[in-house]
């Protein structure tokens, strides 16, 4: 894809610390203020200035699911913004419709959401306390992928209903549908990297991500130059980035780096909804 029209984005990548040769990276999202000396996060940042990100406006029929390991779905604008106000219309109504466009568009034969989350950048932003709070989990700068491939089956055995060990002879995947929750996205647009570009043995690290019931595992990311940064400009509320976080099958994309980058604020703070959906192929 021609870098014909590209901006420059500054991103939190994990630091060379020399501390990640024997310690896991983590983040604990739950309180620890009554532990003394406990510390919420062990992940240490370097931001790194003037990386290149090309706009995908005009061009995002080029996008492979399977090869860069994202592209553009049309979710519509059928719901009022207003609607993802009310957690359990999210998960009445929108987590049904996501699956049934994800079975659509991916001609799946089931799909099940697992788990969503709002990201509002609200007067509180930067103050870490926020991070894992109901309604103002901020816009993350950390460059982050989801899901791990070795927790990926533990995530299908603890969400999927009824789920056997037979699945796994189907082809499996896990899939972000990323949308805002704004008309158009004016600050904290989400950069995502092409799957082509990463080392996954060189630039990954596993990170345990720990909440009151549950420690799933992410990655973050050292920081590697042949990076490819994508975003797309002007995002409208229709417009979801579907994101790769896992996939069974050999040879095909099967984890996104990603990060949202300051492009200085808006009079219309960024506002999104990430839903995360288990995918049988």
């Keep these: 894809m021609a870098p014909s029209n590209q901006v420059k984005a500054s991103l939190k990548y994990l630091a060379p610390d020399p501390k990640y040769l024997k310690e896991k990276p ?3 999202l739950v309180d620890l203020s009554g532990i003394p000396g406990a510390a919420a996060t062990n992940i240490a940042s370097d931001i790194v200035s003037e990386i290149p990100v090309t706009d995908v406006r005009g061009s995002t029929e080029e996008l492979s699911l399977d090869e860069h390991g994202f592209q553009i779905l049309d979710v519509s604008k059928s719901f009022s913004i207003s609607d993802f106000e009310d957690q359990e219309w999210i998960k009445t109504i929108y987590y049904p419709f ?3 466009l994800l079975v659509r568009n991916l001609g799946a034969k089931q799909a099940h959401v697992f788990e969503h989350q709002l990201r509002y950048r609200h007067p509180g932003f930067g103050d870490k306390s926020y991070r894992g709070a109901p309604h103002f989990d901020p816009p993350l700068n950390q ?3 989801d899901q791990s491939q070795e927790a990926a089956r533990a995530r299908f055995a603890r969400h999927w ?5 037979d699945m796994w002879s189907d082809r499996l995947q896990i899939i972000n549908v ?3 929750l704004v008309p158009t996205v004016e600050e904290w647009p989400l950069a995502l990297c092409d799957f082509r570009s990463v080392d996954t ?3 990954l690290r596993a990170s345990d991500i720990v909440k009151p019931d549950y420690v799933g595992e ?6 590697n130059r042949k990076h490819a940064w994508y975003y797309l400009s002007k995002q409208e509320y229709n417009e979801a980035w579907m994101i790769k976080l896992f996939d069974s099958k050999p040879g095909v994309a099967n984890t996104v780096l990603h990060a949202s980058f300051d492009v200085g604020e808006s009079a219309m703070a960024r506002k999104s909804c990430e839903t995360r959906v288990l995918v049988r192929l």
């Design 98 to 100: 996501i699956c049934e």
């Design 201 to 203: 043995e060189r630039d």
């Design 178 to 180: 990323w949308r805002p």
């Design 26 to 28: 983590y983040t604990c």
């Design 143 to 145: 460059v982050h992928a």
């Design 161 to 165: 209903p009824n789920y056997s060990e």
């Design 218 to 223: 992410s990655y973050v990311s050292f920081y």
